[in-house]
């Protein structure tokens, strides 16, 4: 089994004048494998993968790649046009790269026998491992999980993206042990960790990610107690990096920071003053 444990970063795409900065994401990926994050996802919802063509999205990938180890590297895969799907898959796969996060088909809301064909096709033609991304929210398919149990025991599906909100599934698929549990909802991460999950992919966790780091080795150590005042300390961050849609904050604290532009692709929209004020006082706090 492939190991996707620690904390791995759901990466945003730098934009200046609506193209890709690549400068700007190199000195972003830099300092997060600085910060002693596991990976990164490329090109998933944080990343505004649908606002990219398919060769932007490689255009990201192999950049990426550039900076980092492939053992470092996901790939975001989604659509509800499977053959479609195969065939960027089939691309994504003449790199090198760690695995692939793949989401339920969106917008369609096939049947649970229709999920469970659609991950098994997915899992076939892979040649690295896949990560389910459970995110009903965003696609509009309920994974039910009986049918995510059974979904994970392809051999090829190594771990899940856990964006459910359901706590039972968190420990029955964390008891079964057929695939690594990352927390996908940030605020859950300390309960997902204390729970037997193995880390968490992560989009608040670009600002502050050594303490994100940090918070994971207290509770591998056994030091549940400053584990759980590490978590408290992002917590305010974790609820303010959500308060608009993804990534509008993220890319606003970032900027604050100086690495680079707040600049989204439309419909989505950068993120109000009112926010951003608050977002600098958080992020002040954040520091000390």
């Known amino acids: ?67 980092v180890r492939p053992s470092q590297v996901v790939m975001g895969l989604s659509g509800n046009n499977l053959r479609d799907m195969l065939a960027f898959q089939k691309e994504i796969q003449t ?45 509009g398919a309920q994974i039910e999980r009986e049918t995510l149990r059974r979904i994970v025991q392809h051999p090829r599906i190594q771990a899940v993206k856990d964006c459910g909100g359901n706590s039972e599934t968190t420990m029955v698929l964390i008891q079964d042990g057929h695939a690594q549990v990352l927390a996908g909802e940030d605020s859950q991460l300390f309960n997902s960790l204390c729970l037997g999950g193995a880390g968490a992919i992560s989009a608040s966790a670009h600002v502050r990610a050594d303490l994100y780091v940090k918070m994971q080795e207290q509770l591998d150590g056994g030091d549940v107690f400053g584990g759980r005042e ?10 303010m990096a959500f308060a608009e849609p993804n990534p509008a904050v993220v890319k606003a604290a970032l900027e604050v920071q100086g690495i680079l532009i707040g600049e989204l692709r439309e419909p989505m929209q950068c993120c109000t003053t009112v926010t951003r004020q608050r977002l600098v006082h958080i992020l002040s706090e954040l520091e000390y």
């Open 95 to 139: 790199r090198q790269i760690a695995g692939l996060l793949v989401p339920a088909p969106y917008y369609i809301r096939p049947s649970q026998k229709g999920i469970e064909s659609f991950f098994t096709a997915i899992a076939d033609a892979a040649s690295v491992p896949v990560i389910v991304y459970d995110i009903p929210y965003r696609t």
């Open 1 to 67: 089994m492939s190991n996707f444990r620690g904390i791995w970063i759901a990466l945003v795409t730098p934009f200046r004048s609506s193209e890709i900065d690549f400068d700007a994401l190199e000195r972003l990926v830099k300092k997060l494998v600085a910060d002693g994050v596991a990976g990164f996802v490329v090109c998933g919802t944080t990343g505004e993968a649908a606002a990219l063509s398919k060769a932007e999205q490689l255009s990201v990938l192999d950049a990426v790649l550039t900076w």
């Open 230 to 239: 590490t978590f408290y300390r992002l917590l305010p961050w974790m609820q």
